[in-house]
């Protein structure tokens, strides 16, 4: 699973987690017009109802992330979208933990950021064409999860070795996840750019809501 509980990681990965987390959500409210929050807020609840279904796969089990979707619609806004998200996850259903919430939080958002950026610069290769626009989104897609399992794992390596066993099956039943999640995204991005093009970032013009419509 993408959401760490509660007791697990030790002092220093916690702080680092919400030093991150807070940077980040700091930084994309200043920037998130009011606009924009419908926006965030639509991909916060899909995020949210997206972790809630798990599979079983092996002796574990997990659920989609689309933290790479999130990255490249909401550029740096993911972090508060997420930060959401992850809140009510742990509330209401207990998923993750309230303490170790700024790490769950940077570990899913860091790579959302870094999808949403990578993404801007391939949308620019792209000549304007969704189909090649759409396997870039894809690709980000699949990008996310990877990423993310893999801050799981150095999450869990660094807070002791008993837990390395762990983190390295973390990584191994994910890559079912990145491959549907880069199917799903480039699938979910190929439609929007067809129907509201608008509503992620445009060539030369990033993040998505300081384009001029």
Known sequence: MAHIPDGVVSFPVLAVGAAVTVAGCAY????LPPERIPQAAILSAVFFVA????????PSSVHLILNGLTGVILGWAAFPA??????LQAVLFGFGGVVVLGVNVMNMAVPAVICGLLFDVLYRRTGDSPRLAAL???FCGGLGVL???LAVALSLGVSGREFLPAAKLIVL??????VVEAVFTAAAIGLVLRVKPGFIARPG?????????
């Open 147 to 149: 990423l993310t399992t």
């Open 28 to 31: 994309a409210l200043k920037r």
């Open 205 to 213: 013009l990033s993040p998505a809501w300081e384009r001029v419509e």
């Open 82 to 87: 997420i930060l959401i998200a992850l809140l």
């Open 51 to 58: 972790s809630l279904v798990h599979f079983p796969v092996g």
């Open 173 to 178: 039943t994910h890559v079912p996840v990145m």
């Open 136 to 138: 870039a989104a894809g």
